[in-house]
């Protein structure tokens, strides 16, 4: 059943949706390409089943300051990065968290040019290790960032879809309001990779999470490779559950102490991906390179920082 915040805004965005946004060519060929790319995806069972699925991270810490214990199946999230460079590292954990929603529907990818410029293309066998076949990933990249917008409401009102993402620059607060409202209306969830770490502006996900890369844990099958993909992890969001410190708030807060040694504590969090299992969880502060980083090597580049896909 649909809550009255999500009729009234059906109502009112069918109203102030003018024709020229209706006859937008980035819409209406996005719109074209998903019709045209849904009619070959098979038939796919249990969609009701997976909605009643806990969306968890597994890393129970983490879990136990969300609403619920959990993230919700429709709604607003974003993923940001310490700085800039951080970017690539959110994919690898946006795409371990798609992952856990246990979904085989397709999965819509927004993405602006300046993006695929700046870190390149998803790299398809990348996606195995998260468990995630190529063939439910639906690119659609928008030259404008501008654009991004428009082709995150109509992937976000496509059926049949596990999740929308977005990579791109930060939505205005109405935009992010927007995409929460049709993420509530049709029932799933809408990721943001924000290329900006602007976290002072105002938003309406229910979420916002900052990840930065860190060492990564010696993998046990490949002692010498760089090694799992390994994050250090912030909620300085959370509608509803408990919010915690930015990562720029904590590192103050170690400065302030004038102690680097903090940075070994349990916060922010870093967490590892483990592709046996498909599942994060807490690296060990004795695994391989927890007690190596400071303030001033967080947020830095290193040769063992996870890449595009983790």
């Not at 082709?151 to 929460?180: H, M, N, Q, W, Y």
Request: glycine fraction near 10%.
């Amino acid at each position: 059943m649909k809550s009255q915040l999500a009729t009234d805004y059906q109502s009112e965005f069918e109203a102030d949706s003018s024709d020229a946004a209706r006859t937008n060519p980035v819409v209406e060929s996005l719109s074209q390409s998903l019709k045209k790319h849904l009619k070959i995806q098979p038939t796919l069972q249990g969609y009701s089943t997976e909605q009643r699925v806990p969306w968890t991270t597994g890393v129970e810490t983490i879990d136990g300051c969300l609403p619920e214990h959990g993230l919700s199946r429709s709604g607003l999230h974003e993923i940001e990065p310490l700085i800039p460079t951080d970017m690539p590292s959110l994919t690898g954990f946006a795409f371990g968290m798609l992952s856990k929603l246990r979904s085989n529907h397709p999965i819509i990818w927004c993405v602006t040019a300046q993006q695929v410029g700046d870190y390149g293309q998803l790299y398809a066998f990348g996606l195995e290790r998260y468990g995630i076949s190529p063939a439910q990933i639906i690119i659609s990249k928008v030259n404008h960032p501008l654009h991004l917008h428009f082709a995150l409401e109509e992937a976000l009102k496509t059926d049949g879809v596990a999740a929308v993402i977005g990579e791109g620059p930060r939505p205005t607060f109405t935009g992010s309001r927007r995409l929460s409202l049709l993420s509530q209306t049709h029932g799933r969830p809408c990721l943001l990779l924000n290329s900006q770490a602007d976290g002072e502006r105002g938003s309406a996900a229910l979420t916002r999470w900052q990840v930065s890369p860190t060492q990564g844990v010696e993998d046990p099958l490949d002692p010498f490779g760089p090694g799992l993909p390994t994050w250090r992890i912030a909620l300085p969001r959370s509608r509803g559950g408990k919010t915690m410190p930015s990562m720029r708030e904590t590192l103050k807060g170690f400065e302030a102490h004038n102690d680097l040694n903090h940075n070994n504590t349990s916060y922010p969090w870093r967490i590892v991906w483990d592709e046996q299992t498909l599942s994060f969880r807490e690296a060990s502060l004795f695994s391989s390179g927890a007690v190596s980083q400071s303030s001033e090597t967080v947020g830095k580049p290193s040769s063992r920082l996870v890449g595009r896909t983790g």
